[in-house]
């Protein structure tokens, strides 16, 4: 900065002149070719796709965490344990509930909510899962699901899982929106077993025992397919629980089950009536010839 008014004055000289000499000059001076061009890595790449970018309609999904279970390690609650369910949906087989308490310290790589897993890799994390972590799996048979409905049922599997498992946990996360009544602090998480990683460890067991107990069941109840749907209302159950009638393993108050049920029941009175006809007829011949 100029210190005097006589220096200023000499420098708003100086420039003056300057910009007399720039005017006086044929042509505007030009950087020289290429000094002012990208450089490679700042030129987007129009020809080819961008291979970070996912196909339209597709959604990138970040997997479930240990973020929740560590803040809680870090306050000193410790065991912290995840559960989940599985088979809440289908016409057979009971609902299987499942409590896990991952170790911190031997975390099985890649696990994720079950529905977003091959079989394949269930059964693989299944048995690395029941390897390095504390676990316990519960059972609400039909006859339950019939009698306290399919959201009590659950949740008593769920709790009965939990007490189940080595040591009583302190804090316990279940997906979903209810909370289980445990002696344990329980929080709801809803789609939590795509946020928690304990109950996406959770719901691995759960669903690979279930898929495991169905292939059993396929083996006592041939012709219904257990061992391919698992129970679930697809058309080869369906038609095959209309041809054959329900099983014992069959949850008789749902509505498809039902509707079987009422069919075989007038079928079998039908074929009564006709067999009493038959031996009453039979009887008034043998009458008539004495």
Not at 12 to 34: D, I, M, S
Not at 47 to 63: C, E, F, M, Q
Not at 114 to 121: H, N, Q
Not at 135 to 142: D, T, Y
Request: charged letters at 25%.
């Amino acid at each position: 900065m100029p210190s005097s008014y006589q220096e200023t004055r000499e420098l708003a000289a100086a420039c003056l002149l300057r910009a007399v000499k720039f005017r006086g000059q044929r042509e505007f001076p030009v950087a020289p070719p290429g000094s002012l061009a990208h450089h490679p890595r700042m030129i987007r790449d129009k020809s080819g796709k961008d291979p970070a970018r996912l196909p339209k309609g597709v959604i990138a999904v970040a997997p479930p965490s240990f973020r929740r279970e560590r803040a809680l390690i870090k306050r000193g609650v410790w065991p912290v344990a995840g559960c989940d369910e599985a088979g809440r949906g289908p016409l057979a087989g009971p609902v299987v509930a499942a409590a896990v308490v991952l170790d911190p310290k031997r975390i099985p790589k890649g696990i994720d909510d079950s529905k977003r897993l091959t079989p394949e890799r269930r059964e693989e994390l299944f048995e690395e899962i029941c390897a390095t972590a504390s676990f316990a799996v519960a059972f609400a048979s039909p006859a339950r699901i019939d009698r306290d409905n399919i959201l009590r049922a659950s949740l008593w599997a769920l709790a009965r899982a939990v007490h189940a498992l080595p040591d009583l946990p302190k804090h316990v996360f279940v997906d979903g929106r209810d909370r289980l009544d445990t002696s344990c602090d329980c929080e709801a998480v809803i789609g939590g077993d795509g946020l928690v990683l304990s109950i996406a460890a959770a719901s691995i067991i759960a669903k690979v025992a279930r898929d495991r107990l169905m292939c059993k069941l396929s083996e006592d109840c041939p012709g219904y397919g257990f061992e391919s749907h698992k129970g679930y209302a697809v058309p080869e159950h369906l038609e095959a629980l209309n041809r054959l009638g329900p099983t014992v393993h069959h949850r008789r108050l749902f509505a498809p089950v039902a509707a079987a049920r009422e069919q075989h029941d007038a079928i079998a009175v039908a074929g009564r009536l006709v067999r009493t006809q038959s031996q009453i007829q039979t009887s008034v011949e043998v009458s008539d010839e004495v």
